[in-house]
Structure formats: structure tokens, C-alpha cells
Nanobody, 120 residues
Framework: QADLVESGGGLAQAGGSLRLSCKAS????????MGWFRQSPGKEREFVAA????????HYVGSVKGRFTISRDNSNKMVYLQMNSLKPEDTGVYYC?????????????WGQGTQVTVSS
């Protein structure tokens, strides 16, 4: 059983929405800060969004602020990324992970990710 399983990706038109889900099979999930990362074609994997373990704080990379919302459900060990007003540059493979909240650095091994493709 993989520690992190992402789902919900797909094809969307510019301006559309998608909701990504991440199922975490981690014993320490309730106390883990969680984040979303993405890897766009030809680019390094980058930080997208983070949420603290109690969900009292979130932060985002500048390019998605006001469009994406990260949330979590500790009782079901789930993390979500609601993506609205999608742009073609949001295209990429999206991954969730535990992370160092201040450094925005991943802490666990990666899951398989979920592909998001936004057409113009």
C-alpha cells in the first residue's frame, strides 16, 4: 500500500476547475503538515500549496494564489486541492507530500501523482 495516492486529475479547459484528492496512509498524518507540488513539462518539480497539521494556516505559490485552495480531512487522512480558473500553465503532474511548512520542502517519498492538463 502506497503512502500517498493522488487522484482527480484530468483534462480541463482554461477557466475550468478540477479537485485533486490525496489519500495518505501515514501513521503520523494528524500531525503532518501537508502540501501539493507539481511538475510541469520540461521543468523541475515545484511547490504549489501547503496546509498545517491543524489546518489553521495555508500558503501558496504566487502563481496560484486566489485560484487554488488546499484543505484536509484528518479523520479520513485526505488532502484536497481545489483548482479554479485553471490556466494552461497549470498543466503538469501533481503530487501531495508531507513537508517542512516554512521551507516548502517535501519530506516523504513521492506517490505516482495525478496528471492535470489544461487546454487553451
Amino acid at each position: 500500500q502506497a503512502d500517498l495516492v493522488e487522484s482527480g486529475g484530468g483534462l480541463a479547459q482554461a477557466g475550468g476547475s478540477l479537485r485533486l484528492s490525496c489519500k495518505a496512509s501515514l501513521r503520523n498524518f494528524d500531525w503532518a503538515n501537508m502540501g501539493w507540488f507539481r511538475q510541469s513539462p520540461g521543468k523541475e518539480r515545484e511547490f504549489v500549496a501547503a496546509i498545517t497539521w491543524r489546518a489553521e494556516a495555508t500558503h501558496y505559490v504566487g502563481s496560484v494564489k486566489g485560484r487554488f485552495t488546499i484543505s484536509r480531512d484528518n479523520s479520513n487522512k485526505m488532502v484536497y486541492l481545489q483548482m479554479n480558473s485553471l490556466k494552461p500553465e497549470d498543466t503538469g503532474v501533481y503530487y501531495c507530500n508531507t513537508l517542512d511548512y516554512k521551507l516548502e520542502m517535501p519530506l516523504n517519498s513521492w506517490g505516482q501523482g495525478t496528471q492535470v492538463t489544461v487546454s487553451s
